[in-house]
């Protein structure tokens, strides 16, 4: 595995484990934010998990999880070309199917600034967590009980946030 995503991984499991310190979610530039989703939607590579899809884009590479990523809940991981921007999707198992209103009343202990917003006409979870430099998408499962966190890195780098934003905007639903 690659080492700089290799720590990336490690600092997300980290941050699933402990309290973070948050900073605001940033601010999308819709202009922007429109004709980077154009371009990716044009060339990018169409990923499809159970009971989602999206797209990434076309020099992005997938990052093999191991078994123990696996175990954990990882289901997604990929990086830049230049191993310098990442996203890695986790599962999270719920007793109970939770709306997105419910995911953030439990997330905002966590992270202040979680907030309930739509995409795509889905209602998901955003945050910031300005300890580990990521941002989160956070996704109620349509199909079973559970959650997908879709987490962006690295959220300082002002010229990934038109790249995250519109890896987000492509977030579509799968019915089953």
């Given at each position: 595995m690659?080492?700089?995503?290799?720590?990336?991984?490690?600092?997300?499991?980290?941050?699933?484990?402990?309290?973070?310190?948050?900073?605001?979610?940033?601010?999308?530039?819709?202009?922007?934010d429109a004709a980077a989703l154009e371009e990716l939607k044009a060339e990018g590579q169409l990923i499809q998990g159970e009971s989602f899809e999206f797209y990434i884009p076309a020099d992005w590479t997938d990052v093999e999880l191991n078994d123990e990523q696996?175990?954990?809940?990882?289901?997604?991981?990929?990086?830049?070309?230049?191993?310098?921007?990442?996203?890695?999707?986790?599962?999270?198992?719920?007793?109970?199917?939770?709306?997105?209103?419910?995911?953030?009343?439990?997330?905002?202990?966590?992270?202040?600034?979680?907030?309930?917003?739509?995409?795509?006409?889905?209602?998901?979870?955003?945050?910031a967590d300005a300890e580990n430099d990521m941002l989160g998408i956070v996704m109620p499962d349509s199909v079973d009980a559970g959650y997908y966190m879709f987490l962006f890195t690295p959220a300082s780098d002002a010229a990934f946030l038109p790249v995250a934003d519109a890896i987000a905007s492509s977030l579509n639903?799968?019915?089953k």
């Open positions: 690659k080492k700089w995503f290799a720590l990336a991984l490690a600092l997300v499991t980290m941050m699933m484990g402990s309290l973070a310190l948050a900073e605001e979610v940033p601010a999308a530039d819709p202009a922007q696996a175990a954990e809940g990882y289901v997604y991981a990929a990086c830049s070309a230049d191993e310098a921007q990442g996203l890695v999707v986790v599962r999270k198992e719920l007793d109970a199917a939770q709306t997105a209103a419910e995911i953030q009343a439990g997330l905002v202990e966590v992270y202040e600034n979680a907030q309930v917003q739509e995409v795509n006409g889905i209602s998901v979870v955003v945050f639903v799968i019915a």
